[in-house]
């Protein structure tokens, strides 16, 4: 079954802590999406990568890092310079620019 | 600014009833729009693409319009069910030939009641 898997479902941060959040894709796609989405706001670019070992900023990439080191994967870490991180993570991919997005079932994060 | 207004910010129906949801757009220059359906805590799954020369495109009970002169877009769901409850999402492509050009609007949340 192709898709775009994210884990964990549930994740909680505590105080200084950095943690990082899964996503693998099978879909053989050469961009990846890391966005986060608030309660009654629009999904916000995090940071996106169009192929491997390269990677941009998107609209509110300070606090974030990623890593693009196979096709498959793009973890996103959450450092503790991220002072505000509960929200819910999606991951996504697409093959070319204008295709559909797919989108993981995404990440809760909270703060301890 | 390129902006995704969408309209309105949330919706009850009861089921069998139509609904139209509307999404207005300031972005240049526009490439497609699309529809997405969001249930609750999973991520958005497209439904439809519209393109510059499309007015109108079914998928189903699902059906948007597409006027590019007034910058506006619209999904209209025919005889709603209970699997309808979701949160329907308009974004926007920028025609830029990047990857990082979309535009989202905050969505439109639906609930369809028995």
């Known amino acids: 079954d192709g898709g775009i898997t994210q884990s964990p479902k549930y994740l909680f941060r505590k105080e200084g802590q950095n943690v990082t959040l899964s996503c693998e894709q099978n879909l053989n796609h050469d961009a990846m999406y890391w966005y986060r989405q608030d309660p009654g706001q629009g999904l916000r670019l995090i940071y996106y990568?169009?192929?491997?070992?390269?990677?941009q900023k998107g609209d509110i990439a300070e606090g974030y890092s990623v890593s693009r080191e196979k096709k498959e994967s793009f973890p996103l870490t959450v450092t503790s310079a991220q002072k505000n991180p509960t929200a819910f993570y999606l991951c996504?991919?697409?093959?070319?620019?204008?295709?559909?997005?797919?989108f993981g079932s995404g990440t809760q994060l909270s703060v301890l | 600014k390129n902006q995704v207004e969408q309209s309105p910010q949330s919706l009850i129906i009861l089921e069998g009833k139509n609904c139209t949801l509307q999404?207005?757009?300031?972005?240049?220059?526009?490439?497609?729009l699309r529809w997405y359906k969001q249930d609750t805590g999973r991520g958005p799954v497209s439904l439809t693409i519209?393109?510059?020369?499309?007015n109108t495109k079914s998928n189903g009970r699902y059906t948007a319009t597409l006027d590019a002169d007034t910058k506006q877009s619209s999904l209209h769901i025919t005889a709603s069910q209970l699997s309808d409850s979701a949160s329907y999402i308009c974004v926007v492509s920028l025609h830029r030939g990047s990857q990082g050009n979309l535009i989202f609007g905050k969505g439109t949340k639906l609930s369809v009641k028995p």
């Open positions: 519209m393109t510059f020369s499309e």
């Open positions: 999404c207005n757009y300031t972005v240049s220059p526009f490439s497609n």
């Open positions: 996504a991919s697409r093959g070319q620019p204008n295709e559909k997005l797919f």
């Open positions: 990568s169009q192929i491997v070992n390269d990677f």
